[in-house]
Every structure is written in C-alpha cells, then in structure tokens.
C-alpha cells in the first residue's frame, strides 16, 4: 500500500479509481487541473487509482478512510453504483463532485455529494470541461508501428512472430504516442486507408515509423520519415536488401534484436534520422536511383528468350 503526506487529509478520486473503471486521457488531464489548483494553495492530497491502470500506486481497497475529511470526485458522470459506494465508504466526510456530468440530480449518486461543481448539469449553464484548463504537456514522439505476422513463404527462417513480441514489447516502455498502422488498403474497412495518398498523409505527419516491413520503411521514407527497421527473417532477405539499396543504416537484423540495439536507433532516428529521411525522399522524387521500372520497356521489347 502506498498513501501519501501524514497531513494529507483529502482524498482525490474520479473514475480512474475504480477496480473495474477506466481512465481517459481527459480525465487524467482533469485530475491534473484539479492538483495544480490544490498545489498553487499549499494543499496536500492523495490520490486513489485503479489498481488495474497504476499498480503501485494507491488504491481504494487499500484506504484508510478515517484518515480523511474530504472526498473529491473529478470528472465524468454522477451515475451508478461505483459512485454510490463511495457515499458508504466515505460517509463521514464531506464529498465534493467537480467538473462532473449530472444526469439526475435526485438521483443517489449525485445527490449523495455536499456539493457538486458540474460541467453541465440539468437547467445549469455549462461550463468548460476541466481537461481544457489542465497544465500543457510537453510533446511526444508520434510513432507509427507497422509490423506483420504473415510470409509465410520464408518458411523456417521466419521469425516473424519473435520480432512483432520483442518489438511490442519494447515500444510498451517508450514515452511515445503509438499509432497502429497497415500498409493494406481497404475500401470497406473505415480502420485502413482506402489510397496510398490516405497512408502518407499519416507517414508524413509521424515523427518516427517502426516496423518490420520492406514498404514499411519505404513508404516512411518516401514520406521524408525515419524508419526504425527490423527484418524479421533470420540471416536477411527482403528488408535488408532494400535497406541497402536505400543506404538506410537504421536497420535491425533478427538475429541482433534486442532493447539495446533499438533503443540505439531510436535515439538516432529522433536526432539525426529525419535529415537523412528527408534527404533519401529527394532522392526518391529526383530519380537519383535505380529500380526495375527502368528495364521494363527494353524487357518488353526484347524478352529474354
């Protein structure tokens, strides 16, 4: 159990407290409003968590509820059973809803609080959400992840499904934003791009694509975007192969994949990667290099026989 200052005597909670809740970035980021008010006051708090979301942090099943005198409950609706409990557990304090939704008033989830400061509530003016005053966040890295289970066709030297667990793994314990994306195109599946023009409107806007695929990396290229690269087939193929014909250095072969080898080209791919992402996009445009497309029209006036 983890509890905060001895004189701590009020107790912060929200739906992200709860065993069986959630937690949403706005309410977060209304729990971050609510601590910068009590902070600028010199006021000391703790905070309960869903044991499920922050597992070392404190949780209610764990609170010594004599310990406080107030109760505060940050963000989303005053409704069901989970909210009525804490009317129980907390009874001998004074409880204080803010920056909630208030669906029935005379309902005992929301009539249960002393006061209710909510955003909008029946025959109320609304007001603004508390997310939309929380402290600025410093940015993150956006990081498009682009992996397959599939090629079947490079039978015992696959080691498709290794790289997509050690990749996912790794990227689990980076301070990032993860996007999820597919090279596949789709015209009934609203998830996946319907256009190549659709997936590098994305490409463009990332900071960084990882993945194990050969258009993976290209089309992150092509995008001007730094591709941290792993092939997933044991000793090279296809990757790898392109990779070089690229001169693209930020590539990982199976056999060497590991948090020290990746953790190397991330940091060079959000330092230095994009100049030279940018600079293999010009080449791209310019035709500075070869591809089969060149050959094509002697092949066809000439086939080998």
Do not use: N
């Amino acid at each position: 159990m983890q509890e905060g200052p001895r004189d701590a005597t009020i107790l912060i909670t929200g739906w992200f407290s709860f065993p069986d809740g959630e937690a949403t970035a706005g309410d977060v980021l209304a729990l971050h409003r609510v601590e910068a008010v009590l902070r600028r006051a010199s006021v000391a708090y703790d905070v309960a968590w869903s044991p499920g979301f922050r597992p070392g942090a404190l949780h209610l099943d764990e609170v010594r509820a004599e310990r406080y005198t107030r109760l505060v409950f940050v963000c989303g609706p005053l409704h069901g059973p989970q909210v009525e409990r804490l009317h129980e557990q907390f009874s001998h304090c004074l409880r204080i809803a803010v920056g909630t939704s208030v669906i029935d008033p005379a309902g005992p989830a929301a009539a249960g609080f002393h006061r209710v400061l909510a955003r909008d509530a029946p025959a109320a003016r609304p007001t603004w959400d508390l997310a939309a005053r929380a402290p600025t966040l410093p940015a993150r890295p956006v990081v498009g992840v682009i992996l397959t289970h599939g090629q079947h066709e490079y039978g015992p030297a696959r080691r498709h499904d290794v790289v997509a667990k050690e990749v996912t793994g790794w990227l689990h314990g980076k301070d990032c934003a993860p996007l999820e994306l597919d090279t596949r195109l789709d015209t009934h599946d609203w998830r996946l791009c319907a256009t190549p023009a659709q997936l590098e409107s994305v490409l463009v806007r990332l900071d960084l694509v990882v993945t194990d695929r050969l258009h993976g990396m290209v089309l992150a290229l092509r995008a001007g975007t730094p591709a941290l690269t792993v092939d997933p087939v044991e000793g090279g193929a296809k990757v790898t192969a392109q990779a070089r014909a690229c001169g693209w250095p930020a590539l990982v072969p199976a056999e060497r994949l590991g948090p020290r080898e990746l953790d190397r080209w991330w940091d060079w791919c959000l330092a230095s990667g994009r100049v030279s992402a940018r600079q293999l996009r010009e080449e791209f445009a310019e035709g500075a290099g070869k591809d089969g497309a060149q050959g094509l029209l002697e092949a066809l006036r000439h086939p080998a026989r």
